[in-house]
């Protein structure tokens, strides 16, 4: 072991710093810090000291930590950064965002935008009517916007007109001709007037996850020749004053500012042109695509982003600004549907390895037998042979370990030869990947024994549930261990998780300015739990999770810092997660049904005399016990 680790070590292996955004870092003692306020850098919370008030309340892991702090540093910086921008570009129009609830509708999570962006008077967006509901309740603010996204019914429509009554700047986004229609026939039903905001198909062609979202074929928004017709179609309707917004969305995590300046002149001429005709827009809505750099790498890649929010903001302003001048037309208010940017960083996953998969780890006697297999004597050889070529050697024990597959199948090798030759194997393998040195890792697949060799951390949570991106889009999200960041990490291991699905693994992670297929972590102490967090699962991560295995919701923990509290932080709330019962009755399962079906078998034995009656109480309770317990490995108590 070496004992010159340090911290920077950690960092330059881990990267915490490259995707923290300021907001997470390796402490002195070897523990992840958390600075959650980005007026306030100096208070800092100390993970190990958050676990430990988790545990005095008795919250299992896994556990969703929520950092409100975070979340309004995010509104505020957004804002605050097109404000500036605005100001010394001496642009004529202001910036009024909404936060597209989709991304994480948790309430408190909304609640807390809201009051964070009341003073820049920051309003909501929804994309369907269960989003819709939600915003009209919680969007109050008559100054605030609310953009109203997705494809909509009557029903949709309606509620829309209904927030216009209720005096709300509420702004309904044609995604489609026959929206307009239906819009235009409820207007006049109810009498009530709408604000009208168009949705353009891009012509700029986006790169990354989301592509599809711009481009001729796109699911959403109107051709050029659709806006056309619906601006003839709104003044034959006498309603052309209600066109208020132009939007485009071309997709999220934009890696590249490149496509973002170009949808933005885009944007901007096709607003001038329209104004030009007469359509007395105001806004101009360039929706959402703002990116995260998950793996700190400052560059193009689909988990990474090759700008900062001020150079977005500042590609924005200034190209709307130079188009709007040269066409001669008033400077837009900006509306940004910024989500990602705003939750990504506020919440991470918290949990416990319980466990390790190795295919080295079991000991097992290969010393030789009179009459043994010359396969077993054979890869015994090979073990005492690092003098060989790695390649060499390498080629021999596969070749072996080949031939002892067909020897066990035809019924020539007993089943300790098999295992004998097995942990030669591996033994091998472990020698050859200690043995490269630069020119030999230069060969593939000596290069590969290492990813072969690496462990598996089992993790007492599910990627289907908190991590659904890794799996379905293969998202990057950074995993470090909370604590022993001073000590050199001597195991390489890839995370797996508790459910019974193949998939339920990790396969990317951050190792210095790569991405691995594995990381190195700590080895696993008898006493001493292990702790890992999954970072940045704030946006879509936290809400998309399915239950898979019917491990349902996680606990959450809702943190604010406060310098005057010991360790600088309080626990605001604990919501409790699923727990078997309610994933269960998701599933139509009437637990209290299940509940007496067991106990009636139980009360049978009782009766039979096989089990003593206050035994058989006990291993009643014990099931309705689990029933409303936790769907995850529970530490004991
Ligand atoms: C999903 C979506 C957003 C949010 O995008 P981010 O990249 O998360 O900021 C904004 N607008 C629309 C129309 C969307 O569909």
Redesign the pocket.
């Known amino acids: 072991m070496n004992s010159s680790w340090t911290i920077e070590d950690s960092e330059d292996l881990y990267g915490v710093n490259r995707w923290g955004a300021g907001y997470f870092s390796i402490g002195e003692n070897g523990n992840i810090q958390v600075s959650p306020n980005h007026r306030k850098p100096e208070v800092g919370i100390d993970m190990a000291e958050v676990l430990a008030e988790m545990k005095a309340e008795g919250i299992q892991f896994p556990a969703v930590i929520r950092f409100h702090d975070i979340l309004r540093s995010q509104v505020e910086i957004l804002n605050e950064t097109f404000r500036d921008t605005i100001a010394e570009a001496e642009y004529e129009g202001q910036y009024i965002g909404v936060y ?1 609830i ?2 994480n509708q948790m309430r408190e999570v909304v609640e807390e935008i809201l009051d964070a962006g009341e003073p820049y008077n920051y309003g909501l ?1 929804a ?1 369907s009517k269960p989003e819709l509901m939600a915003v009209m309740a919680y969007n109050d603010n008559p100054d605030a916007l609310t ?1 109203l ?2 494809y909509k019914d009557e029903d949709y429509l309606t509620m829309a007109l209904l927030g216009r009554q209720l005096q709300r700047k509420m702004i309904v ?1 044609i995604e489609k001709f026959s929206e307009l229609e239906m819009l235009m026939r409820l207007a006049k039903k109810y009498n009530v007037e709408p604000m009208i905001g168009l ?1 353009s198909k891009m012509m700029v062609k986006s790169t990354g996850k ?1 592509s599809s ?1 711009s481009g001729d074929r796109a699911k ?1 928004g109107l051709s050029i020749a659709e806006i056309v017709n619906a601006i003839d179609y709104l003044k034959q309707h006498d309603m052309l004053h209600c066109a208020k917004l132009l ?1 485009f ?1 071309i ?4 890696s590249d500012i490149r496509k973002i300046k170009e949808a933005v002149i885009e944007g901007a001429r096709l607003y001038a042109k329209l104004h030009q005709m007469g359509v007395p827009l105001e806004y101009l809505d360039i ?5 995260i750099d998950y793996d700190g790498s400052s560059s193009t890649t689909d988990s990474s982003r090759n700008y900062s929010t001020e150079e977005y903001v500042a590609d924005i302003v200034y190209s709307v600004k130079q188009i709007c001048d040269l066409e001669k037309v008033p400077h837009p208010n900006l509306v ?8 990504a960083h506020h919440s991470m996953v918290v949990t416990n390895v319980v466990g390790e998969v190795s295919v080295t780890g079991t000991e097992f006697d290969i010393s030789p037998e009179d009459g043994e297999h010359v396969l077993v004597t054979n890869m015994r050889e090979l073990v005492n042979a690092p003098e060989m070529h790695p390649q060499e050697r390498y080629n021999d024990a596969a070749a072996y370990k080949q031939s002892t597959y067909e020897a066990f199948k035809l019924g020539i090798l007993t089943i300790v030869e098999m295992a004998k030759i097995d942990t030669m194997y591996w033994q091998i393998l472990t020698d050859i990947e200690q043995s490269l040195d630069e020119d030999t890792r230069q060969i593939q697949e000596l290069d590969d024994i290492g990813n072969r060799l690496a462990s598996q951390y089992l993790a007492n949570f599910s990627i289907f549930q908190s991590a659904a991106d890794t799996w379905a889009i293969g998202q990057l999200l950074p995993i470090v261990p909370l604590q022993r960041l001073n000590e050199e990490p001597n195991i390489r291991c890839s995370i797996a998780d508790i459910t019974c699905d193949s998939d339920g693994k990790i396969g990317k992670y951050i190792e210095h300015n790569q991405i691995s297929e594995n990381i190195p972590m700590h080895r696993l102490k008898k006493d001493e739990e292990y702790t890992i967090g999954m970072f940045l699962t704030g ?2 991560q936290d809400v998309m999770g399915d239950m898979h295995n019917l491990f349902g919701r996680l606990t959450e923990v809702h943190i604010f810092s406060h310098d005057e509290e010991p360790g600088a932080f309080y626990i605001e709330e604990i919501v409790p997660g699923h727990s078997a019962e309610k994933v269960l009755e998701a599933m139509q399962y009437n637990t209290d049904y299940m509940a007496k079906v067991v106990k009636k078998s139980i009360d049978r034995e009782i009766r039979q005399g096989k089990i003593p009656p206050r035994e058989g109480v006990r291993w009643t309770d014990f099931y309705e016990r689990c029933l409303a317990g936790t769907t995850y490995l529970s530490s004991g108590n």
């Open positions: 597209p989709k991304v967006e994309g953009i996204n997705g986004v949705r989301w979202s959403f939007h969305h997709g999220s995590q934009l929706g959402g695509g703002l990116g940004s549907e910024s989500g990602r940017v705003i939750t946006a879509y």
